[in-house]
């Protein structure tokens, strides 16, 4: 029997449920010896994550995913091109218009168990940055779509749309601390394009509860961002997260006008797409 995904509330181990999907979580060892490592959950491999979704019971934005094995596969191709394009299909697929979509978890699930695989570490011709960077980018742009800011400003129209218990964004956002676990190695990342789009993703999983105690910590990558970034959506994320967490933040940036659904790397920064 295979597992589907969604969000992260134990039903019967090793699965899960999102909205009213069963999916497959890997175990977390709980021992004593494992006293003071972190406590999120892990990520499940990605291969499980590939071979235990039910892919085609799962929506996308254009019909079932039994199209998505073939495109994640792709990302662990030594050839950046062939990923950089599967990414950006993916944003298609499971981030369309910056919405979320049942398949859109497992997608991130798997992406955020690659970010060790060896594949991540390709670099991108013409730029000298790993794959990395761009999986990381890929995880942010992803969980700003379920982020506060975006889900408050659209429960003020329409109450409980996104947020009710079985909706795909409330599983999805059930999912940070899971998700945060895999991107926090790479908050101090050698390359800086690796580190910053960590941070990012980061600042953004940690507004769930209960990756409260990490924000203080996270504070200080922030302010490192305002210090030395000349991204303006990765500043705006710092920020924003500074200010939510009551930290003093630097004067206001100049004024740019953007669509309020650009979320930090999305389609309109282009890190996706061609040149490669």
Partial sequence: MKGQFSGVNLVSWPFAVIGAVPVYVWPVNHSRSN?????????????????????????????????????????????????????????????????????????????????????????RPYRN??????????????????????????????????????????AFRDLRPMLYRAVAPFLRDNHEDVREAAVTAALILAEHPALAEHRDHLAVHARAILDTSGDELDRRVARTALRAWGHDVPGPEPFREEPWHWGPHSDGRGDLEPPF
């Fill in 35 to 123: 006293a003071g490592a972190p406590h999120e959950p892990e990520v499940p491999p990605y291969q499980v994550v590939l071979s235990e979704t039910d892919w085609d019971a799962l929506q996308t934005a254009f019909g079932n995913g039994a199209d998505l094995p073939e495109v994640l596969t792709r990302l662990l191709q030594p050839d950046p091109k062939v990923q950089i394009t599967a990414l950006s299909e993916l944003g298609e697929l499971v981030g369309h218009q910056n919405t979320l979509y049942e398949a859109t978890a497992p997608v991130a699930l798997y992406v955020a168990g690659i970010l060790t695989h060896p594949a991540a570490l390709t670099l």
């Fill in 129 to 170: 940055v790993p794959v990395r960077a761009a999986l990381l980018n890929w995880l942010a742009s992803t969980a700003y779509d379920a982020s506060d800011e975006v889900v408050g400003r659209t429960e003020q129209y329409f109450p409980g749309f996104l947020t009710h218990d079985d909706s795909v964004v409330a």
